[in-house]
């Protein structure tokens, strides 16, 4: 999902703003913009995820990156893997837009004697809008875009009194 800075005059102020300013203060922004839109984020993702495993592949792993041009919200991206050892990146997808629950999947125990399992029943169905991250983002993106113009400008007017 992204915001587009054209309809908004705070938001094309902003990026015109960052172009210009040095590389400390750059990095000052990016860092207190950061650290304030990150916790917002992963709190929206907590509001929107229902099940445990939503809450450790796409709560635990929320991150922000901030840009001089740009806020990226990233949920289940990590390389790391689950107890199980099924690794996070591997899930994500089908965590948040569910699975095809129909599979059955047929095994034999020692004696010889055939099973059938369903390999996928603790998934929810598909959901092509997504379950957990992308109703989150919807709902959140207005408030990250008014925080990290409202975080650069109170960084840049600090930087300009000499604080």
Do not use: C
Not at 10 to 25: F, H, N, P, S, T
């Amino acid at each position: 999902m992204r915001i587009s800075a054209f309809e908004s005059r705070e938001i094309r102020a902003l990026l015109v703003a960052m172009r210009g300013v040095e590389k400390d203060l750059g990095k000052q922004i990016r860092k207190a913009t950061r650290s304030i839109t990150e916790p917002e984020w992963r709190a929206e993702l907590a509001k929107t995820a229902h099940t445990t495993l939503q809450q450790r592949v796409l709560v635990a792993t929320a991150r922000v990156t901030v840009g001089d041009q740009n806020l990226t919200l990233k949920a289940g991206q990590l390389a790391s893997r689950l107890s199980s050892g099924t690794p996070i990146r591997e899930l994500t997808p089908a965590v948040e837009f569910g699975a095809n629950r129909d599979v059955v999947v047929a095994q034999e125990s020692r004696s010889g004697t055939m099973y059938r399992r369903h390999s996928r029943r603790q998934l929810h169905s598909r959901e092509k809008a997504g379950l957990v991250a992308y109703p989150a983002a919807a709902a959140i993106i207005p408030r990250i875009a008014a925080l990290w113009v409202a975080t650069a400008v109170r960084t840049l007017h600090e930087s300009v009194e000499g604080r």
